[in-house]
C-alpha cells in the first residue's frame, strides 16, 4: 500500500462514525435538528426524551404531508421551523435564550436552492416567527438581510404576527440568565426536498444564552449558518456561530461537493472536522439532490430527525445513534 492510500486509510479510521440514511434515491425527504449542545445523557430524563420525540415526530409528519401532497420544499421548511419556533422546547422564538441584559434577540434565515435567493431577519424582538419574516425578506425586497428595529417594522408591515417581547420568556430561560448560564446550543433548522427536485434551507435560533446584546450568530448569515444549491445540497447548521461564520461552514459543505466531488456525507464530516480543529462545536444536517442525507456534529448529542418518502420518522439524540 503505498503512502497516500494508507494516509487515507487512516484519516478514515479516525474520522466520526457516518451512518448512511436514503441510500435509494427519493423523490422528496425533510431532515430536521433542534440543536446541539444542549443534549447529553445526563439531563436527558425518560420524560423528556418522550416530549422531544413526540414533538420532533409531529413536526416531522407536518413537513412530510406538505412534501406528499406537492408543496414546496421551501414551505415544508418555513412551516416545520415555524412549529418548533412556537414551542419552548427550544431556542428559537417562544422559549428563547436571554442576552446578558434580559432580552431575547432572533435569528433566522431560509433559503431556495433552485434560485439561489436568501432571506434573514437578525436580532428582532417582536416577530413571533422569525422564519416567516426572512422568507418575506426574500420575496418582498431586494436585500436579504434585515436586522434590528428595520426588520421588526418590516415584518409588521408585511402583516406578520407580532407580539410583546415578554411572549418568548420561559421560566427555564429567566433561570438560566439569571444563573449566567453559557453555550446553550438550540437553534433549529430544516432542509427539505420536494417532489420537483428543488431544495431549501432554513435556520432559527434566539442565539446563544447570556450573550452581549447586539450579538449575531451564525444563523442568518448565508453561507455561514444555512445554504441551499439545487447542484449541490442543502445544509442547516447549529453551534457556536463565531466558528461557523469564520468558516464559512454551510457553503463549505456545498462547495466540497461541487468541486471536489465529494459526496454529502464526506462533505460533511470534513467540515465537522475543520470545525474542531479551530475550536468550535456544534453541528450541522444536509440534504443532496437525491435525497441523501448527512447529519454530524462533535457535541455529546444533537437532537435530529428525518422522514423519507416512506413515512416512517426516525428521531436521533446522541453520537453511538
Not at 12 to 40: D, E, M, N, R, Y
Not at 97 to 121: H, K
Not at 185 to 213: E, F, I, M, P, Q
Not at 267 to 294: C, E, M, P, S, Y
Amino acid at each position: 500500500m503505498n503512502r497516500t492510500l494508507l494516509c487515507l486509510f487512516a484519516s478514515l479510521c479516525l474520522a466520526t462514525p457516518q451512518h448512511s440514511w436514503g441510500k435509494t434515491p427519493q423523490k422528496f425527504a425533510l431532515v430536521i435538528h433542534g440543536g446541539a449542545g444542549s443534549v447529553t445523557r445526563e439531563n436527558m430524563s425518560p420524560e423528556k426524551e418522550v416530549l422531544y420525540r413526540t414533538t420532533m415526530e409531529d413536526v416531522l409528519q407536518i413537513g412530510y404531508a406538505i412534501l406528499k401532497n406537492g408543496g414546496t420544499s421551501m414551505d415544508a421548511v418555513e412551516s416545520t421551523i415555524r412549529i418548533m419556533e412556537d414551542s419552548p422546547l427550544f431556542n428559537a422564538g417562544k422559549g428563547a435564550v436571554f442576552t446578558s441584559v434580559g432580552t431575547n434577540e432572533l435569528d433566522a434565515s431560509i433559503m431556495d436552492g433552485s434560485t439561489l435567493q436568501a432571506g434573514a431577519v437578525a436580532g428582532v424582538k417582536t416577530v413571533k416567527n422569525p422564519i416567516s419574516a426572512a422568507r418575506k425578506v426574500m420575496e418582498e425586497t431586494w436585500h436579504v438581510l434585515l436586522a434590528g428595529q428595520g426588520a421588526d417594522h418590516f415584518a409588521k408591515e408585511a402583516g406578520l404576527e407580532i407580539v410583546d417581547p415578554n411572549y418568548f420568556s420561559t421560566k427555564q430561560r429567566r433561570q438560566e440568565q439569571s444563573e449566567k448560564v453559557k453555550e446553550k446550543h438550540g437553534t433549529v433548522g430544516c432542509v427539505a426536498l420536494d417532489t420537483y427536485g428543488n431544495l431549501a434551507a432554513g435556520t432559527s435560533t434566539g442565539g446563544l444564552s447570556n450573550k452581549r446584546w447586539g450579538r449575531i450568530g451564525d444563523s442568518p448569515i448565508i453561507g455561514a449558518g444555512t445554504y441551499a444549491n439545487n447542484k449541490t445540497c442543502a445544509v442547516s447548521c447549529t453551534g457556536e456561530g463565531e466558528y461557523f461564520i469564520r468558516g464559512n461552514i454551510a457553503y463549505d459543505v456545498s462547495a466540497l461537493m461541487e468541486y471536489r466531488r465529494m459526496p454529502v456525507n464526506r462533505a460533511v464530516q470534513k467540515v465537522i472536522d475543520k470545525l474542531t480543529d479551530h475550536g468550535g462545536t456544534g453541528g450541522l444536517i444536509a440534504l443532496d439532490h437525491r435525497g441523501q442525507i448527512a447529519m454530524s456534529f462533535n457535541t455529546p448529542g444533537m437532537y435530529r430527525g428525518y422522514i423519507l418518502e416512506n413515512g416512517n420518522p426516525e428521531i436521533l439524540f446522541f453520537t453511538e445513534e
